[in-house]
């Protein structure tokens, strides 16, 4: 029987109050005054070395040379630690995910899709959409100003669909721009879902994404559940590379931060909330620029725990060029910066909560602390090959550093069961990527600290294949 | 010549060249992003936005606002006068209904910071939760599903301490 598909149009209002702390400082009196405070730091420790150094048995160039030492062999006991602690804990995960059924858990769910000017792709991510395996869910796409053909793609959408088990009915949003997070917002205030489903617009999900992530809201202890993000856009060398890193360095960190059950970051392709624990975090905020990370940690703060399913699969587009590649991870490095500024009472007092404190220092970690060591740790070898005539000492270093890398990416590779020709990519990886993403990670937390002014950017979109294809 | 010293020198040359394409792709993109930058303009406190719908829910809607007490989430199939074939369900099913006594979501710990976030949600609702959760803590879990502990113990009879 068919149902007359009437589209409705009508006119609602939504919040858009945001209090942005960092808004309402004065940027230039805030520059100066950390410019101020960090020459004086530094001239104070020169002033301290120098006073004390004449009562040490180093000189200036042995200390310099014993300082590298030990820095080195501190970078390579926390590589090792950081490598093995993460395939351990990922290992017991997965290893307790394979064993432990859960099913029979089928609440509704809204996918909420913001979109903005994703003409070229909204299309083909609602019809993969329609395909789920999964009966009891609604669509919300959520337009937020685009300046394209989004809007008319969407409306083209906008009725009961033919879904793999039914009808499902598909709504738009219509709103002038105000950012990611208040899109996602506004779909998840328009939704009635217990559960809530938030994704990007150039995204595809896989068939069995919703059922295999939703069964594990039936602990009543999770908030919210991490999906599987996959690069779709492979057989380019830049996508390949992120394709790897995304397998080795993302999801398996992920799942042993899973085995805690303190995912630190629900990604923004796929992540599944309980509403009420979005409602207790105060919804996204759009004062950052990693509204994913800000939301997970405050979900994290008020006690909920945060599962990833690695069967919740979303397809994403990932740059191709290196200047959007760039682009990608000055946002990523200065949002997750500003997250754990925005939380840093959590990150000094592990009292308040332990989890979250946690979390924090292996984001800080991440994102400054380890970025920082390789830098040096290259400059290191370059500095004493070309100065001191010890090149072999920089092949070691990449032999080593190339070598737990395909091990690696070999039991990565292995778990999610993806492409074997990925693994060689593990040579250049540690040593030409990760190099340029961290020396862009170190640039952007220098901006961060003197507070340089950043917007949102919008990254080009070729359009999707279908994930069939 | 010796093969090491070959791979040394390639890879030598390869680091310092990476440092090199690193640092000017990141001022060219500083560069180019800085020709597009925009004034940020005062935000208005609401915006007007439009809704799409299928018509039958939109009214659907309609009516279910006007019952809605304040704060009250509802979970109400959508159903069509006509029958269609769709036929949402908005209550979760369980196949093995063993979740249907047992406790409602609830975060481990009752959050101590739960004043820094700010718009909490139906404030009025959390009082009630907060109430269960404390009641919900002794809770059993047994072949029946979830049982209060108090109830067990009055079952058991005359347990007397000395």
């Known amino acids: 029987m068919n149902l007359k598909q009437n589209i409705r149009k009508t006119s609602i209002t939504l919040t858009n109050t945001q209090t942005s702390k960092a808004m309402k400082e004065d940027r230039s009196k805030v520059l100066i005054k950390r410019i101020m405070n960090m020459g004086l730091i530094s001239f104070a420790l020169i002033l301290l070395i120098y006073f004390t150094l004449p009562y040490t048995i180093l000189s200036f160039g042995s200390l310099l040379e014993y300082a590298t030492l030990v820095s080195l062999f501190i970078f390579l006991i926390v590589l090792l630690f950081r490598y093995f602690s993460i395939l351990v804990l990922a290992y017991l995960y997965l290893n307790n995910y394979t064993f432990n059924k859960k099913e029979g858990f089928y609440p509704f769910v809204s996918i909420i899709v913001p979109v903005y000017n994703e003409g070229k792709v909204i299309e083909q991510s609602i019809r993969s959409l329609l395909s789920l395996d999964y009966s009891n869910y609604e669509i919300i796409i959520v337009n937020d100003g685009s300046t394209d053909d989004t809007y008319e793609v969407a409306k083209q959408m906008v009725g009961y669909k033919k879904g793999k088990y039914g009808d499902v009915k598909v709504s738009v949003i219509n709103k002038p721009n105000g950012g990611k997070a208040k899109a996602l917002n506004a779909g998840i205030s328009f939704s009635k879902a217990e559960i809530v489903l938030c994704m990007d617009g150039d995204s595809q999900l896989s068939e069995d994404c919703i059922r295999t992530a939703v069964r594990h809201f039936v602990d009543p202890s999770i908030g919210a559940v991490a999906g599987n993000v996959k690069v779709q856009n492979r057989r380019k060398f830049f996508t390949d590379l992120q394709a790897l890193e995304y397998v080795e360095g993302l999801n398996m960190a992920r799942a042993a931060q899973s085995f805690m059950r303190l995912v630190n970051i629900i990604p923004g392709p796929v992540g599944l909330f309980r509403r009420k624990a979005v409602e207790d975090a105060g919804y996204y905020s759009s004062d950052t620029f990693a509204e994913d990370a800000d939301l997970t940690l405050k979900i994290l703060a008020h006690g909920w725990k945060i599962f990833y399913e690695p069967r919740a699969i979303s397809y994403t587009e990932a740059p191709e060029k290196l200047h959007q590649l760039l682009k990608q991870r000055y946002r990523w490095t200065r949002g997750i910066l500003q997250a754990i500024r925005k939380h840093k009472r959590l990150l000094i007092n592990p009292t308040i909560n332990f989890g979250d404190t946690f979390v924090l220092w292996t984001m800080f970690y991440e994102a400054l602390i380890w970025p920082t060591m390789n830098i040096f740790s290259n400059l290191f070898f370059i500095f004493a090959a070309l100065f001191y005539g010890f090149s072999s000492l920089i092949f070691f270093w990449w032999a080593g550093l190339a070598l737990l890398d395909m091990s690696t990416a070999l039991y990565c590779i292995a778990v999610e069961k993806e492409e074997i020709r990925l693994i060689p990519y593990a040579i250049i990886y540690r040593m030409f990527f990760v190099l340029t993403i961290d020396i862009c990670k170190a640039m952007s937390t220098v901006e961060e600290f003197l507070g340089f002014e950043m917007q949102w950017g919008k990254l080009e979109r070729i359009g999707l294949k279908p994930i069939s294809e | ?162």
């Open chain 2, 1 to 162: 010549m010796e093969l090491i010293p070959i791979l040394a020198t390639i890879i030598l040359m390869a680091t310092i060249s990476t440092f090199i394409l690193a640092i000017g792709a990141y001022i060219l993109y500083k560069v180019r992003e800085r020709q597009g930058l925009q004034v940020e303009v005062p935000q208005p406190a609401t915006l007007q936005a439009e809704l799409l719908t299928p018509e039958l829910i939109a009214e659907q809607l309609q009516t279910q606002e006007q019952k809605r007490a304040p704060g009250q989430i509802m979970f109400e199939p959508i159903r069509a006068t006509a029958q269609p074939s769709y036929k949402p369900q908005v209550e979760p099913i369980f196949v093995q209904q063993r979740a249907q006594a047992g406790p409602q979501p609830q975060p481990v710990r009752s959050a101590s910071t739960a004043q820094q976030y700010q718009q909490p949600m139906r404030q009025e609702n959390r009082q009630p939760a907060q109430a269960a959760l404390s009641e919900q803590k002794f809770m059993k879990y047994t072949a029946d599903g979830y049982v209060s502990a108090k109830e067990n113990v009055k079952s058991q009879g005359a347990v007397k301490w000395r």
